[in-house]
């Protein structure tokens, strides 16, 4: 049998609280132990109802946080749902569009066929129209063309045979380089106009100016030069480097602004100076150097080199033979001499240039001009009468490009072009109109 204050478990109480097992049932207990622990008891308490304070304060913002997401979520849902619409309403109203695109696509491509077949039909319309009333109306304006040209180049050889003999360019003579050691130096020609010598190079300019008898004689020779490359550009539309007031031994030349406007470029003032000289003389050379290339192409290389351009000139006037004198003779010989090969043929079409050969048309208007080479205006199939065989009609009796037949003039020519304009105008079916009218008024076609 145990007792009882073995039965209590130890403590601080007293044995009545441990008799009853009751912690701190007597007044003696609690006053001694639970009120004189009260402080720390409070403190305890106060300590953890500031944790939980602030866990509630946590959970509170986690909350607020959450709702404020949970209304962000709402507003992106209302706008995801906005979007949403708006992409069906696009969407809607690009299948419209599409199907509208699709339907002018048809449109289009019917209206396109629609019209390929009326230009198919109005091609075959003017083809007919051309080939069976106006083939004669072509021929007149080819042979009209053709006259022009002819008179025209006619006209500028007459214009250069007067310049040669108001403004003669001779090669003289042909003197030895200035240069010592060389057994096979080119020689120099000593070119002259009207008389007076023309410099060789810029080096002898600076040897004459220091000579004043010879000042006035040099800017003489070279004031007749730029006159005369002046009317030569101007005559035969030919391109100019320079811009040029001719005034005797005096005269002025600059560099043009651009090809429209003559005046002096800025920066490039006139050069009469004796100073400025040289200047002078080189822009007078590279000038004529670019008429030579104009009137000859690729002639210009039977030329002997290291000739300057005043010689050039000269060789090719005497190339194209238009004084024919001894000068002439003279000249081509001393090209020969210095290295020059013989007279090559006429310049090909496909070196002369025009519209076949893809050349430049001043190469084919100068080889024309100076040499007497019909291809190079592409007139050689005419001349000799070719045949086309994408015209025939009854006029193929009368050789082309003669229309009308070699006995008529140019008065019964301009009656015949007028002749064939005004019945073709009248009436483009009845041929016959054409050929009483004609008649009419060129009684030479009668002889036919």
């Known amino acids: 049998m145990h007792s009882v204050t073995d039965s209590v478990s130890p403590g601080p109480f007293c044995n009545v609280c441990r008799a009853a097992r009751v912690h701190a049932t007597c007044p003696a207990c609690v006053n001694s132990y639970v009120v004189g622990d009260r402080k720390k008891v409070q403190a305890v308490f106060e300590s953890r109802k500031e944790e939980i304070k602030k866990d509630i304060y946590e959970r509170l913002k986690i909350k607020e946080r959450w709702k404020t997401q949970v209304l962000q979520e709402m507003k992106l849902e209302d706008k995801l749902r906005e979007a949403s619409l708006l992409a069906t309403s696009i969407e809607q109203t690009l299948k419209q569009v599409l199907n509208k695109n699709a339907q002018l696509k048809q449109r ?3 209206r396109s066929k629609e019209l390929s077949q009326q230009n198919a039909e109005l091609a075959e319309r003017r083809s007919l129209v051309f080939v069976q009333h106006f083939p004669d109306i072509n021929r007149c304006q080819a042979l009209r063309h053709s006259m022009v040209m002819e008179q025209l180049a006619a006209l500028q050889r007459r214009h250069v045979q007067e310049l040669l003999h108001i403004f003669p360019l001779q090669i003289t003579g042909l003197q030895a380089p200035p240069l010592r050691g060389l057994q096979h130096a080119e020689t120099i020609p000593c070119v002259t106009i009207a008389g007076l010598r023309l410099p060789d190079s810029c080096d002898q300019v600076h040897e004459v100016l220091q000579q004043s ?3 006035q004689t040099l800017g003489a020779a070279l004031g007749y030069m730029l006159q005369l490359s002046r ?3 101007h005559y035969l539309s030919a391109p100019a480097a320079h811009g040029s007031s001719y005034q005797g031994s005096t005269s002025q030349i600059w560099e043009p602004r651009s090809a429209s406007d003559p005046r002096p470029a800025p920066g490039a003032p006139k050069l009469p100076d004796a100073a400025d000289l040289g200047l002078a003389v080189r822009l007078l050379e590279r000038s004529v150097a670019m008429l030579c290339h104009a009137m000859m192409g690729a002639e ?3 030329c002997p080199e290291g000739w300057s351009p005043f010689a050039m000139l000269a060789w090719a006037f005497a190339r194209a033979k238009l004084d024919r004198t001894e000068t002439t003779q003279r ?8 290295g020059a090969g013989a007279p090559l043929p006429s310049v090909p079409r496909s070196a002369a240039g025009g519209e076949d050969g893809g050349g430049d048309p ?3 208007a100068g080889a024309e001009l100076f040499l007497g080479d019909p291809a190079a205006l592409g007139w050689q199939e005419a001349a000799l009468g070719a045949e086309d065989p994408a015209v025939a009609d009854e006029w193929d009796i ?4 003669f229309l009308p037949p070699p006995p008529s003039q140019p008065d ?3 009656h015949w072009s007028r002749a064939m304009f005004e019945d073709a105008r009248e009436n483009l079916h009845d041929m016959s109109g054409i050929f009483s009218r004609i008649r009419q008024v060129m009684p030479s076609l009668n002889k036919l």
């Open 213 to 215: 008898q010879a000042q």
């Open 362 to 364: 001043w190469q084919a």
């Open 231 to 233: 009317l030569l550009a």
């Open 331 to 338: 000249i081509l010989e001393a090209a020969a001499s210095s």
């Open 300 to 302: 210009l290389s039977d």
């Open 398 to 401: 009368v050789h082309r490009p």
């Open 108 to 110: 289009n491509e019917a």
């Open 412 to 414: 019964e020519v301009e």
